[in-house]
């Protein structure tokens, strides 16, 4: 788990990751440019995009994502971390920022103006899931950790951020920024996520899959659909070279984070 210094508010927004915030899986969204630098084979890329068709089509259950967890771990031994990381790095603009849905990061907009952290907790890997977050000018993230052993991954998983493990990851967070999880607010899409939608205060239900979605009506969450994936650069005009030279400053996600801002405030005048 990664954090950034910053005053606690007391209130936290946590977002799943992927099918809430992003429209694709963001593991599988990396597996090109894995198999263009030699970390992933054919085959392996085959499985990974197969994975994705069951994942959009119907979520993933418990046993699905198990499965996934044993092919990752398998598959990853050996990588060098350094070597994601820098492919992450490297086309995380051209591959991400494009599947970002709009309303996601409307509302991740609005919980900031609110004085809200946002925290990004996903079963994906640290490696990819910190720098999507930094994007979104997120304040903290919560993901999978693997174990690391001369700079290469030994395919044993330190700290699985899925179903109770991301209660557990918040629970940490809130126990050390002073957040109150009954103040608190929870997105995700996954009946997987249920735990952590039911930890909070103010869960609500984001793309749901059929079994979330009968627990979100039963339980009387609210319901939303996010269907406009787009990139977060696209919805702003070009940048001035007064605002080139605050992006070298202050970083991609402040800048994104403030253009969105921005124009919702714009919006409620």
Known sequence: MTATKRPSAG???FFDLDKTVIAKSSTHVFSKPFYAQGLLNRRAVLESSYAHFLFM???ADHDQMERMRAN???MVAGWDVEQVKSIVAETLHDL????????????IADHKIRGHDVVIVSASGEEIVGP???????????????VVEDGCYTGEVEFYCYATGKVTAIEKLAAAE???????YAYSDSVTDLPMLSAVGHPTAVN??????????????????FSNPVSLWARFQSPSSTTLAATAAVGLSAVVAGAISYRLLRRRR
């Open 72 to 74: 990752l771990t398998n």
């Open 208 to 225: 749901p899959d059929r079994n979330l979605r009968r627990e979100a009506v039963a339980k009387g969450w609210p319901i939303l659909t």
């Open 11 to 13: 209130v936290a927004a």
């Open 96 to 107: 991400v920022d494009p599947l970002i849905y709009a309303e996601a990061a409307d509302l």
């Open 57 to 59: 089509l119907s979520g």
């Open 132 to 146: 999507i977050a930094e994007v979104l000018g997120a304040s903290h993230t919560a993901a999978t950790r693997m």
């Open 178 to 184: 002073g957040y109150d999880l009954s103040r608190c």
